[in-house]
Each structure stands twice: as structure tokens, then as C-alpha cells.
């Protein structure tokens, strides 16, 4: 007997039917009344039809290529750990970047997997209800498997158990939680800007991509095979930012100035959280791929720069920002490393100068500013250490009130001036790190003044373990903060002297004899 | 004018589809780095699923690329028979 068999459906045809023809119009309630979050911030669109995904990625399709890229990714995680694979890494320096990496990023990815779960439900249309919700799913997928891919390293090293307490009380820690809670309280198309645009297409594109290929390179097989797995889920992320760009710019002219600001607002902040990724990619490694600088110039300057070109047929512009950062990139990854070399008690990870091997390394890739500025800070913190007197500062920082990055770095132009901005609102005075933030403040100020800031906090009192009695006569701010904190001491302070470094040094001489 | 670009993780499947898009985007440049491939091409970047069938041999759904993609850049137009990033400027 013949049996007919029903052709395949085309790609267009299955996602429209998967998508688009399973949803609905309500009609007992009036749809303004269901998804009453996408007119306030007074974007207008008058045809949700007109968003599709690209990728036209259904959701069978979805779970599909999921589960293939799960398995891949714990196979290689297992088979990681049941070698011993945390030996193989090029030093154990290297363990430091990861904690940094593990300690703050896996919460900022259960922040996205929370908005992209709003997004799922506020969107109007069909296409980026299911997109989101996608993107809702993966975020979820990343902040398990980082957890992970921590859980081995946590059995050897000092300071990765705490990082779920830490997220919202750690001076340093503070930067990207503000970053993600500024998102998710903002209106649905904001937060579709500031995460789908600028987490996605500038910060992950050099945190997941040369910095994860720089993990590969030290060795360390479990942080690349995360680090790309979620990587690859982020290509769809930025896609369905870019479509969500390119639909508001398309539905209403009216929508250009909103969007305009949104692109500014959040080129900038993606700017400022970069800074530590920096000092990641020009300290932290062991082994270098490419400097901070080259990477920024490859994924934001080209990259970023195609995306404003092409945007600019519907009258965007490029950000503000953008010139200052250009001139950052030679700055601000030194700036960063010696400020937490200079807080060697306040961080779960250690710090170190560069040996002169990698200091040469960084007066080639910063040729106009290392030998001139970083070299010599760098050259008298290491004699400062070897004559004993290792620099420590005990005081608590102060942190922009909108990035909440520690105060650091330098005015534009001036590389030898620190940069402050100020505000009042309201007879109490609040301060920025830059212009831009000042701006971002100014434009919101009764937002802003509601970042919690705990190095800020402490002193008045409010950042205290259980039991401290903040009235006592004796009672002296800030002095707990390690408690506060859950700060595992052993995790502290210089690398050289370290239980980190004198185990791995241990284990790696038993791992080859015996 | 601006490049099109898609990275990879580096592995056998992505080899072939590395060598298809060498055959079918003339002008693409390879970047190899540690554990990964990006390939640039000025404009336009396209995948046919057919030249990444014949490297393989055998069938290859475009939706597969989910699996080895790390990145890209450019406005994305996929099909059942290809998949284009492109910049408008």
C-alpha cells in the first residue's frame, strides 16, 4: 500500500503556525487591559505582527537543540572533573579570574531570567512573547550551569560558597546588580534595550567570547565549555534585542528621541561593568589572547560602530559616550586592577603585581599608557610589598550612585585628575562618577537616590551580621564588615603566601608522581 | 562598509561549515583564535545549507548552527535553505 507523505513544512510556515496562529486576540477582556505595561513609556506600535524572530526558532526546534547542547556541555564538564582538570590550568592565578567570574555573573543571570519572564508575559505580540521566553529559559540554563561548573573548584579553592550572599552586600558586586535591578524596574521596552542591546551585544560579546576563548587557552576546559555554551544561546539574545530596536524605530517616528536616550543610557552602563571584564582579560589570565583594547576595538568599536551605521537610516545616532570610551579602553582595566590590588581584605579572590614578563606584554598593548601612568604605580606597589609593606586600604569606597562602580577613574582628557560629578536632589547631594551618569542621574532622580550602596550604608549604620547593637557607645561603622559580608579570610588578601597557591602547588607535584 | 561576522566553537562539524562559507563568501577572512573560529566578510555573510551538506555528507538543517555558533554580527535572515547576516550601511 502507498503511503502519502505529508511534504515537510517550510521554516516560515512552522513558525508562523508555532507561533503567531496559536495566539489570539482576547475579547471578553480588552487587550489593553492584559498587557498594560507597553504604553507607558510611551513607545507606540501599531502592528505587533511586524516582529518576527530570524531565527524563526519554534519551540519543539528549541528544546531540541537545548538538550543536545546540555549534553555536550556536562559531558565535557564531567569528563573535566574526573581528570583532575583544575590542575591543568596554566597557574593557580588563574582560579582568581574564575571567582570574580563565578562569584558574579550566575546571579546576574537569574536577574535575566526573571525579566526575560515578565517579557514573556508583557509583550503584546505573539513573536517576541515566545522569543522571550526562550531567552527566559536560557538565562535559567547559564545561572545552573555556572553553579555547576563552580561547584568542583569550590571542593579545592577559598571564597566561592558565599557568592549568593554576597550579590547584594559586596562593595565590588554592586556594579552589575545595579546594572540588572535599573533593567527590570524600568518599562518592558527599556529593559529589552538595556539587556538585548547592551548586556548582549556589548558586554557578553567580550565577556563569553574572547575572554572565554582566554579561558581555553589556560586551560580550563569547564569555564570555556559554559562560557560558550552560553554564548551560543546569547546570538539569538542579541538578535531579538536588535529586532526589538529596529520595531520600535520602524512602528512611530515618535518612538526615535525614546530610544535614542534608552541607547545612550545603556551603551554607557554596559561601559562601565566592562571595566572589571578588562582587568580580567589583561591581569587575571595567565596565558593572554588579546588585550582588553584589541578585544574592545573588534566587538564594540567595529561591531558596534556597523550596528549605529546601520541604524542611522532611521535617524539614531551614535551614543554620546562613545568618544570617552574610546578613550577609556587604555585606562580603564588598569585603573581597575590596581584598585582591587589596593583592597586586598575586601574581596574573595587575591591580587598581585605582574611579573615584569607581563608587564612588558602590557607596554606592548598599551603603548600610550601603561609605561606612563601604570607602570610606575605598579613598580612602587612591588617594592612597597617586598619591603613588607604591602598596601592595604582598610576604608570603605565610594561608589557612583548610578554604575555604584567604585570612584576611579579619570577625568576625560586628564588622565591624572579623578573623576567626580555631583547632583542635589531634594537639599541631599549625590555623586557620579562622569558626565554620563550624571546625566542618567539627573534625568531620573528619584530612582537613583534609591541605590543601595553598601560601602555607603555601612557607615550609617545599616550593614551589620545579626546582633550588633548599632546604638551601643562602643559601636563603631563599618568595623563588621567582613562578617556582613561572609568574607572567608583565607581568601583574601595577596595571591603570593596564599593556601591557594601553596595547594595547587601541592596537588599539581602529587598529580605527576607518586 | 561594515562586516558581517559569525563565530564558532572549533570542532569537526564546524570545520565543514567553515569551509562552506570559504566556498561561498568570496573575500570572508578567518580569524583563528584559541578553541574558536570567526569568519568576517564585508557586508553580506551567507550559509547555503546544500555547500555545508556536501562538506559533511550528509543532511544538515540550518537550525543546527545553534549548536556550534558563538556569535555574530549583522541583521539575520534564516531560511530551510540559508542563513544571512547582512548590514544595511
Known amino acids: 500500500m502507498d503511503m502519502k507523505v505529508a511534504k515537510k513544512l517550510g521554516l516560515k510556515e512552522r513558525y508562523s503556525l508555532m507561533t503567531r496562529d496559536l495566539a489570539w486576540d482576547t475579547t471578553f477582556q480588552k487587550m489593553a487591559d492584559v498587557f498594560p505595561q507597553t504604553t507607558y513609556e510611551g513607545i507606540k506600535i501599531h502592528d505587533w505582527d511586524k516582529w518576527e524572530d530570524p531565527f524563526r526558532l519554534t519551540m519543539d526546534a528549541y528544546w531540541k537543540y537545548q538538550s543536545e547542547k546540555e549534553r555536550k556541555l556536562y559531558a565535557i564538564l564531567d569528563g573535566f572533573n574526573q581528570n583532575n582538570g583544575h590542575l591543568s590550568v596554566t597557574d593557580a592565578r588563574y582560579i582568581n579570574v574564575l571567582k570574580l567570574f563565578l562569584g558574579s555573573t550566575p546571579p546576574l543571570e537569574l536577574m535575566a531570567a526573571r525579566g526575560f519572564s515578565m517579557m514573556g508575559r508583557q509583550m503584546n505580540g505573539a513573536g517576541p512573547r515566545v522569543a522571550c521566553q526562550m531567552q527566559a529559559v536560557d538565562e535559567y540554563r547559564h545561572f545552573q550551569t555556572q553553579i555547576h561548573s563552580i561547584s568542583n573548584y569550590n571542593k579545592y579553592y577559598n571564597g566561592m560558597d558565599e557568592f549568593a550572599h554576597q550579590q547584594s552586600r559586596m562593595w565590588y558586586l554592586s556594579d552589575g546588580k545595579s546594572f540588572f535591578d535599573d533593567a527590570i524596574t524600568a518599562g518592558p521596552f527599556e529593559f529589552m534595550v538595556a539587556i538585548g542591546f547592551a548586556f548582549e551585544y556589548v558586554l557578553t560579546n567580550i565577556l563569553f567570547v574572547p575572554f572565554i576563548s582566554g579561558a581555553a587557552y589556560n ?28 520595531f520600535m524605530l520602524e512602528q512611530d517616528p515618535d518612538n526615535l528621541p525614546i530610544v535614542q536616550r534608552w541607547i545612550d543610557k545603556w551603551t554607557w552602563r554596559g561601559t562601565r561593568k566592562l571595566a572589571s571584564v578588562g582587568m580580567m582579560m589583561d591581569y587575571m589570565l595567565p596565558k593572554r589572547i588579546m588585550s582588553f583594547k584589541e578585544a574592545w576595538e573588534m566587538y564594540v568599536e567595529d561591531n558596534g560602530g556597523a550596528l549605529f551605521k546601520d541604524l542611522a537610516r532611521y535617524g539614531i545616532t551614535i551614543p554620546k559616550c562613545f568618544a570617552q570610551t574610546v578613550e577609556e579602553k587604555e585606562h580603564v582595566s588598569h585603573q581597575s586592577w590596581i584598585g582591587f590590588y589596593m583592597k586586598p581584605g575586601a574581596t574573595p579572590f587575591h591580587t598581585w603585581i605582574p611579573t615584569p614578563d607581563e608587564m612588558d606584554w602590557l607596554s606592548e598593548k598599551y603603548p600610550n599608557t601603561f609605561d606612563r601612568y601604570y607602570r610606575p604605580v605598579l613598580e612602587y606597589l612591588d ?34 585628575e579623578m573623576c567626580f560629578r555631583e547632583s542635589v536632589y531634594r537639599g541631599e547631594k549625590f555623586h557620579t562618577c562622569s558626565d554620563h551618569c550624571k546625566e542618567i542621574f539627573d534625568n531620573e532622580p ?15 549604620g545599616n550593614c551589620e551580621p545579626d546582633g550588633v547593637d548599632v546604638d551601643a557607645p562602643d559601636y563603631r561603622p563599618g568595623a563588621r564588615m567582613l562578617d556582613y559580608w561572609r568574607l572567608d579570610e583565607r581568601a583574601t588578601g595577596d595571591f603570593n603566601g596564599s593556601d591557594d597557591q601553596k595547594n595547587f602547588a601541592v596537588w599539581r607535584e602529587q598529580a605527576t608522581k607518586n | 562598509m561594515s562586516n558581517a561576522f559569525i563565530a564558532f566553537q572549533k570542532n569537526d562539524e564546524s570545520r565543514c561549515i567553515v569551509e562552506a562559507i570559504l566556498d561561498d563568501n568570496p573575500g570572508a577572512m578567518v580569524d583563528d583564535q ?20 556536501e562538506k559533511m555528507g550528509r543532511s544538515f538543517d540550518l537550525q543546527e548552527l545553534q549548536l556550534h555558533l558563538i556569535t555574530i554580527s549583522g541583521h539575520l535572515d534564516e531560511t530551510d535553505d540559508e542563513f544571512t547576516l547582512s548590514w544595511n550601511a
Open chain 2, 34 to 53: 584559541p578553541s574558536m573560529v570567526k569568519i568576517d566578510v564585508p557586508h553580506r555573510l551567507v550559509i547555503k545549507r546544500e555547500t555545508v551538506e
Open chain 1, 446 to 460: 528619584e530612582k537613583y537616590v534609591q541605590t543601595f550602596i553598601s560601602s555607603h550604608q555601612a557607615l550609617q
Open chain 1, 383 to 416: 617594592a612597597q610589598e617586598k619591603a613588607g609593606n604591602r598596601y592595604n586600604n582598610k576604608t570603605q569606597p565610594m561608589n557612583c550612585q548610578v554604575c555604584v562602580s567604585t570612584m576611579k577613574f579619570n577625568e576625560p582628557g586628564d588622565s591624572m
Open chain 1, 219 to 246: 586551560g580550563d576546559m569547564a569555564a570555556m565549555t559554559v562560557g560558550f555554551s552560553a554564548q551560543s544561546d546569547e546570538a539569538r539574545h542579541m538578535t531579538l534585542g536588535l529586532e526589538c530596536i529596529k
